[in-house]
């Protein structure tokens, strides 16, 4: 799938499951700037409920999430310090 959003960085959470991509997701977001976008990828379906709960809980914004061949990728931009 082609993509105009262009991720700072990426995080490949693939094959791990439920809490650590969210746990993996916070750490990476932790060492980012205010304004840059993170890439999550991950073969765990439940990351498509789970990173955007945990986003609206800690002030940052999914802009794109989407599954192809199994494989769940989310655009997060980092809102908060």
């Known amino acids: 799938m082609d993509q105009d959003i262009q991720a700072n960085q990426t995080l490949d959470t693939k094959g ?3 809490p650590m991509p969210v746990i ?3 750490n990476q977001i932790q060492n ?8 999550v990828e991950a073969t765990d379906p439940g ?3 789970d ?3 945990w ?3 800690n002030g940052h914004k999914v ?3 989407y599954q192809e061949d199994k494989v769940c ?3 997060i931009e980092v809102l908060e310090d």
Do not use: S, W
């Open 16 to 18: 791990l499951l439920c």
């Open 51 to 53: 990173i955007p709960a």
């Open 73 to 75: 990728y989310l655009f």
């Open 24 to 26: 993996k997701t916070q």
């Open 32 to 39: 980012m700037e205010v304004g840059e976008i993170l890439l």
């Open 63 to 65: 802009l794109l999430q």
């Open 55 to 57: 986003c609206r809980i």
């Open 47 to 49: 990351v498509l409920h």
